[in-house]
């Protein structure tokens, strides 16, 4: 292909492009004026009051009794176990059935030698609700 060739093809792309994405030179781009009329409908909002952390209320934390534990939230505690390997004192909240719980990574202990497994320290998760 000649250099003219190539040349008068490379315009012919630029102006059909140009018609394409309606940029004639005696129109404003469609571009800006989608940017006008979306910024238009965009109302300016207040920024949310700022608190410091000292001064939010207090959040008491009581462990789940066994009566509260569920089968599906101790099958969700033990996917956020395996799943997440987050250090000890980290804390994840888990939905189940409605309701909120905080999922704690803790160390655990289990008697060596005893029914529950692992045995000696190891990091498990216990459930808390808070109040």
Known sequence: ????????LSICTALAAAHFLN????RPSA???????????VLPQAAPP???????PPV?????????????????AEDVLWKFDSPVGSEIVIED???SV??????????????LRPWGFHKGITLYAAE
């Open 31 to 41: 571009m800006p004026h989608l940017v006008r009329s979306a910024g238009a409908s």
């Open 23 to 26: 940029l004639h030179p005696h």
């Open 1 to 8: 292909m000649s250099k003219a060739v190539a040349f008068a």
């Open 97 to 99: 059935g409605g309701k």
């Open 102 to 115: 905080v999922a704690r990574f803790e160390q655990h202990f289990h008697e060596i030698g005893g029914p």
């Open 50 to 56: 700022v608190m410091k952390v000292e001064d939010l």
């Open 60 to 76: 008491v934390m009581r462990k789940l009794t066994p009566e509260e534990l569920t089968p599906s939230l101790i099958k969700k």
